[in-house]
């Protein structure tokens, strides 16, 4: 049985996307690494029904970018995002005073992680978008995403993995593994990071 919004169109399938995972979503290219490998995320939809009726006709945002200066597409590497000074971090990636995620007119953004083999260790956090009153440059949110990330990876080390590929231990990936590649709208005011592994 079909149920049709009163209030909002019927959602052509031409307009939905056929793609589960942020890489097919996003499109990006690929790495000139061979050992850093592009972690096979799901992306996050809401439980609820109504929710993901509610979000389908929501415009998404443009993937922001976290590049090394000359390296486009490839990824910053999470430990120098949150061990840097923000001088350290504005000399080494690209648009990094570039005020970011301003453009939404949220306050906030939720951010979530779900990592393969992981999906049953909970990770939800809130961003605010201005801190200290002025909007959040890219270094400033690569720097965010990164200490969340680290939090993950403490976290999740305690907990069984339903994946051997992506396992997050101290014998397998561990937080030094990780790059963060972009920040992907996936839903209304969620986030999600486009993550690389790189084991070298």
């Not at 389908?56 to 922001?64: K, S, Y």
């Not at 430990?79 to 005020?99: C, F, K, N, V």
């Not at 305690?158 to 014998?171: A, I, K, Y």
Request: include cysteine; glycine fraction near 8%; charged fraction near 20%.
């Amino acid at each position: 049985m079909s149920y049709t919004n009163p209030l909002h169109p019927p959602v052509r399938s031409s307009n939905i996307s056929q793609y589960s995972t942020l890489e097919g979503a996003a499109g990006f290219t690929r790495f000139l690494s061979t050992t850093r490998h592009r972690l096979p995320q799901q992306s996050y939809k809401p439980s609820s029904k109504w929710d993901q009726a509610m979000g389908q006709n929501v415009r998404r945002h443009a993937a922001i970018q976290f590049d090394h200066i000359g390296y486009n597409g490839q990824g910053v590497q999470m430990r120098e995002l949150s061990a840097r000074s923000d001088a350290a971090i504005a000399a080494m990636i690209q648009g990094a005073a570039d005020t970011v995620l301003s453009h939404t007119g949220r306050e906030r953004i939720t951010f979530r992680i779900v990592w393969p083999g992981y999906e049953h260790v909970e990770c939800c956090d809130q961003l605010v978008l201005n801190p200290g009153g002025r909007p959040i440059t890219r270094a400033q949110l690569g720097k965010s995403v990164a200490q969340i990330f680290a939090r993950f990876v403490e976290k999740a080390r305690n907990e069984p993995s339903r994946s051997s590929q992506w396992n997050l231990t101290s014998s397998g990936i561990r937080f030094e593994h990780l790059v963060l590649v972009a920040l992907v709208n996936v839903w209304e005011g969620v986030w999600q990071a486009d993550v690389a592994v790189d084991l070298r």
